[in-house]
């Protein structure tokens, strides 16, 4: 998906806001294991998003969320996957 297609998108774009904030609660719950475990990923920053989406949605940078999309999440989920695979947990 391009980012244009992504503008104009709006069942897109409000699907993965919604991913992105079960993504930072997951995070809250997590508590300090997560940056213990993964120190490479902004931590702050994933559980600050799903306050922005939920409370401070008239202040939604698009621009953001996209970056976040394109270049954060990736790497998030493969040192995920491979964390969950060290420690025998199985991916669902």
Not at 27 to 35: D, E, N, S, T, V
Not at 77 to 92: K, S
């Amino acid at each position: 998906m391009t980012y244009a297609q992504y503008l104009t998108n709006p069942l897109v774009r409000d699907g993965s806001e919604r991913c992105l904030a079960r993504i930072s609660e997951a995070a809250i719950k997590l508590g300090p294991f997560a940056p213990d475990l993964l120190p490479n990923h902004d931590w702050t920053g994933i559980r600050g998003i799903g306050n922005l989406l939920r409370h401070d949605y008239d202040k939604l940078n698009i621009d953001r969320i996209w970056q976040i999309i394109e270049v954060k999440l990736q790497p998030l989920i493969i040192d995920i996957e491979e964390a969950m695979r060290a420690n025998g947990i199985p991916e669902e």
